[in-house]
Nanobody
Framework: QVQLVESGGGLVEAGGSLRLSCAAS????????MGWYRQAPGKQRELVAV???????NYGDSVKGRFTISRDNAKNTVYLQMNSLKTEDTAVYYC?????????WGKGTQVTVSS
């Protein structure tokens, strides 16, 4: 089992920044993929950014150039730095970890961007 604890969400004005953190604990393999997805009301959950334990990253088209994912493997923690936030970034942001044979999700953290 793996537990994920997200933090850092909140309310911010458009153009502002937020940093999300997700700490993983439990049966974490050295080879894993950690990342962030988001879901806005009435919409499907979508990819924000993912990071592999080997250093690769991938971003959703709508956040490229504004968001940066990073990770601290020693702490089993992944971060999402969100800059130049837009009202359309408002959503619940979920942390996800993929380990060999299984996938785990966090409970989500709300990000609200006001105009």
């Amino acid at each position: 089992q793996v537990q994920l604890v997200e933090s850092g969400g909140g309310l911010v004005e458009a153009g502002g920044s937020l940093r999300l953190s997700c700490a993983a604990s439990g049966s974490i393999f050295s080879t894993n993929i950690m990342g962030w997805y988001r879901q806005a009301p009435g919409k499907q959950r979508e990819l924000v950014a993912v990071s592999t334990s080997g250093g690769g990253t991938n971003y959703g088209d709508s956040v490229k150039g504004r968001f940066t994912i990073s990770r601290d493997n020693a702490k089993n923690t992944v971060y999402l730095q969100m800059n130049s936030l837009k009202t359309e970034d408002t959503a619940v942001y979920y942390c996800r970890i993929v380990v060999p044979g299984d996938t785990y999700w966090g409970k989500g953290t709300q990000v609200t961007v006001s105009s």
